[in-house]
């Protein structure tokens, strides 16, 4: 297992279309998450699953992006109706709970988006 | 709501010097605080973390020190090297063991040969 991967690793869209992301977690991860990125700010929180369960949303996040983890193995993220403030890189992360239960988040590279 | 607040947002300095990133958080039932290195162009990667039933912790030339009580954390670097130059991000874990992580916004070090 080489890691988080996710694809497409980059993504132009004009303005109104929908797009989708995917993120291959490390295999044996069963808690996923997805977050956003732009240009000198940090990860910003987006939503979190445990195996298949959507546990927590952003309060943030508009009704236009929903994710999902159908098998609890891989997620899709889908953007409906893209704006240009959508232009950001959407990191996936993955972790394991463990023994201490210190969830270290793996990052994948990222998904960058630029909506024109 | 949940927030972490970062400082400074760049810093520079010179090689061998010690670098201190400074991080506040606003829920006392926070657990869990790690630091995370972005090179440009990369991944975010854990270098250091700290559990909230600990003071300090040490890692060769990174060590990061956590103060419940003002609700703050810090990372200190000594010793930086031109390879140390990337951005910085300080994180906390809210809503229990099963939370997700808040990250601050950031810090630019730059390590000047």
């Known amino acids: 297992d080489t890691g988080v991967s996710q694809d497409p690793r980059h993504k132009i869209t004009k303005r109104g279309q929908n797009v989708t992301f995917r993120c291959d977690p490390i295999s044996e991860h069963n808690r996923l998450y997805w977050y956003r990125q732009t240009l000198g700010q940090g990860p910003e929180f987006l939503t979190y699953?445990?195996?298949?369960?959507?546990?927590?949303k952003s309060r943030l996040l508009s009704d236009r992006f929903s994710a999902e983890r159908p098998k609890g193995s891989f997620s899709t993220l889908e953007i409906q109706r893209t704006e240009q403030g959508d232009s950001a890189m959407y990191l996936c992360?993955?972790?394991?709970?463990?023994?201490?239960?210190?969830?270290?988040?793996?990052f994948g590279e990222g998904s960058r988006l630029t909506v024109l | 709501g949940e927030n972490v607040e970062q400082h400074p947002s760049t810093l520079s300095v010179q090689e061998g010097d010690s670098a201190v990133i400074k991080c506040t958080y606003s829920d006392s039932a926070s657990n869990y605080f790690p630091w995370y290195k972005q090179e440009l162009g990369k991944r975010p990667q854990l270098i250091i973390d700290?559990?909230?039933?600990?003071g300090e912790k040490k890692d060769q030339r990174i060590a990061v020190t956590l103060n419940k009580t003002a609700k703050h954390f810090s990372l200190h670097i000594t010793e930086t090297q031109p390879e140390d130059s990337a951005v910085y991000f300080c994180?906390?874990?809210?809503?229990?063991?099963?939370?997700?992580?808040?990250f601050g916004k950031g810090t630019k070090l730059s390590v000047k040969p």
């Open positions: 700290i559990r909230s039933n600990v």
């Open positions: 699953f445990q195996n298949e369960a959507q546990l927590e």
């Open positions: 992360a993955s972790s394991s709970p463990g023994g201490m239960d210190t969830g270290e988040l793996f």
């Open positions: 994180a906390a874990r809210y809503g229990g063991s099963q939370g997700n992580l808040i």
